[in-house]
T-cell receptor, first 115, second 110 residues
Framework: GAGVSQTPSNKVTEKGKYVELRCDPISGHTALYWYRQSLGQGPEFLIYFQGTGAADDSGLPNDRFFAVRPEGSVSTLKIQRTERGDSAVYLC?????????????FGPGTRLTVL | GIQVEQSPPDLILQEGANSTLRCNFSDSVNNLQWFHQNPWGQLINLFYIPSGTKQNGRLSATTVATERYSLLYISSSQTTDSGVYFCAAYSGGSNYKLTFGKGTLLTVNP
């Protein structure tokens, strides 16, 4: 079956602009995560959705970052007033979230470059 | 939160050699995953292994939860095994987030 998909694969923007990154999870997966990976580092948690609600957004770095999942499937990560330090690969993951912890499956990521 | 440490940070092998990658974690785990990140950045799931031993072809993994470590074994390495290997763990709490180590960069030379 289809895996997690993310669009766009690459995004170049100018400092101060607004960007949206999209994630399509594996069909039927109720849990969705966003992570951010900087060069030479492992991915770091940003936000977790269970269904439509953001169950934990403690990893979002500041209030310029916001994410939604209005119908419990596709999610959009929104970044306002982008800064050069926002440049990174943004990864989305989903899991079936049956009782307890479950295996997470990752998408190919969106490489964001802020000039 | 949980700390995840991987060793070695870098490893260079000749094709055909065997290797062992290690992951230490600071707390008991409910989820432990090994990933291979290919040159295009895709994280490929290798193992979901909060405890016990699993094998998949030339790869196998063992997690000793009571001693807080996991090992990834690669046998008869191939050039296509090159890339970064990440260990990631979840220890508890309601967000199920994975905490990643810094990875092991594996280079397999022909």
């Amino acid at each position: 079956g289809a895996g997690v998909s993310q669009t766009p694969s690459n995004k170049v923007t100018e400092k101060g602009k607004y960007v949206e990154l999209r994630c399509d999870p594996i069909s039927g997966h109720t849990a969705l995560y966003w992570y951010r990976q900087s060069l030479g580092q492992g991915p770091e948690f940003l936000i977790y959705f269970q269904g439509t609600g953001a169950a934990d957004d403690s990893g979002l770095p500041n209030d310029r970052f916001f994410a939604v999942r209005p119908e419990g499937s596709v999610s959009t990560l929104k970044i306002q007033r982008t800064e050069r330090g926002d440049s990174a690969v943004y990864l989305c993951a989903s899991s079936p979230q049956l009782a307890g912890a479950n295996e997470q499956f990752f998408g190919p990521g969106t490489r964001l470059t802020v000039l | 939160g949980i700390q995840v440490e991987q060793s070695p940070p870098d490893l260079i092998l000749q094709e055909g050699a065997n290797s062992t990658l290690r992951c230490n974690f600071s707390d008991s785990v409910n989820n432990l995953q090994w990933f291979h990140q290919n040159p295009w950045g895709q994280l490929i799931n290798l193992f979901y292994i909060p405890s016990g031993t699993k094998q998949n072809g030339r790869l196998s993994a063992t997690t000793v939860a009571t001693e807080r470590y996991s090992l990834l074994y690669i046998s008869s390495s191939q050039t296509t095994d090159s890339g970064v290997y990440f260990c990631a763990a979840y220890s508890g709490g309601s967000n199920y987030k994975l905490t990643f180590g810094k990875g092991t960069l594996l280079t397999v030379n022909p």
